[in-house]
C-alpha cells in the first residue's frame, strides 16, 4: 500500500491555516468593536464587568467547594471548603451591589497605583540602575494615575473599569487583528503565492 504524496495535503494544509488565521483576525474584530463600544459607554462596561467577576466567583466559588466535598479525606479539606465559601460570598456581594464593588475596587486600585509609584520613583533614585529613566517615569506614572484616581473618587469608579477593561479589548483584538493577517501572509509566502 502506498501513500499519495500529491499537492493536495499541502494545499490543504495551507488552506486550513489560512482559515484559522482568519478566524483570529475576525475575533480580532469583533474585540476591537466590543473595545470601542465600551470606551464610548463606560458605566455599563463597568456594571458588565463587575456583574462578569462577580458571577465568575460564584461559579468558581461553587466549582471550589463541590471539588473541597470530593476531597473531603484529605488535610486540604477545610482549606478549601474556606476559600470556596469566601469565593461565594464575594461573589454574591459584588453581584447584589456591583457599583459599591466598583467604588471599592477602584480605592485599592488606586491605592495600589500610589504606592507602587512612590516605590518606583524611591527605588529608581536610590538605585539608579541600567533601566532608570523607565522606572522613574513609569513610577511617576503610576503615582498620577493613584492621584488622578483618589481625586475624582467614588465617581472614577463609574467608568474606571470599564475604561481599563475596553482598552484591554482593544488592544487585544488589534493583536488578534496583526496576528491574523500576519499569519497569513507568512502561509502565503511559506506556500510560494
Do not use: C
Not at 457599583?99 to 471599592?104: I, M, V
Not at 473618587?153 to 484591554?168: A, C, E
Not at 482593544?170 to 501572509?185: E, H, N, P, S, V
Amino acid at each position: 500500500m502506498t501513500r499519495s504524496t500529491g499537492a493536495a495535503g499541502p494545499r490543504a494544509a495551507t488552506a486550513k491555516l489560512n482559515r484559522g488565521f482568519g478566524v483570529l483576525a475576525v475575533l480580532g474584530v469583533i474585540l476591537v468593536v466590543a473595545g470601542l463600544i465600551g470606551l464610548i459607554y463606560t458605566a455599563a462596561a463597568t456594571l458588565t464587568t463587575m456583574l462578569l467577576f462577580g458571577w465568575l466567583l460564584l461559579v468558581g466559588g461553587l466549582v471550589g467547594l463541590l471539588h473541597a466535598v470530593q476531597a473531603r479525606d484529605t488535610n486540604f479539606f477545610w482549606l478549601g471548603v474556606v476559600v470556596a465559601a469566601l469565593n461565594i460570598a464575594a461573589g454574591v456581594v459584588i453581584v447584589k451591589t456591583p457599583e459599591a464593588a466598583a467604588e471599592a475596587l477602584i480605592m485599592f486600585a488606586a491605592l495600589l497605583f500610589l504606592t507602587g509609584g512612590v516605590f518606583r520613583l524611591v527605588g529608581s533614585l536610590v538605585v539608579r540602575g541600567p533601566q532608570f529613566g523607565w522606572t522613574l517615569v513609569q513610577g511617576a506614572f503610576g503615582l498620577l494615575l493613584g492621584i488622578l484616581v483618589l481625586a475624582t473618587w467614588p465617581s472614577s469608579s463609574q467608568y474606571v473599569i470599564g475604561t481599563f477593561f475596553s482598552l484591554s479589548l482593544l488592544f487585544d483584538g488589534l493583536g488578534l487583528i496583526a496576528t491574523g493577517y500576519g499569519g497569513r501572509r507568512i502561509v502565503g509566502m511559506v506556500a510560494g503565492k
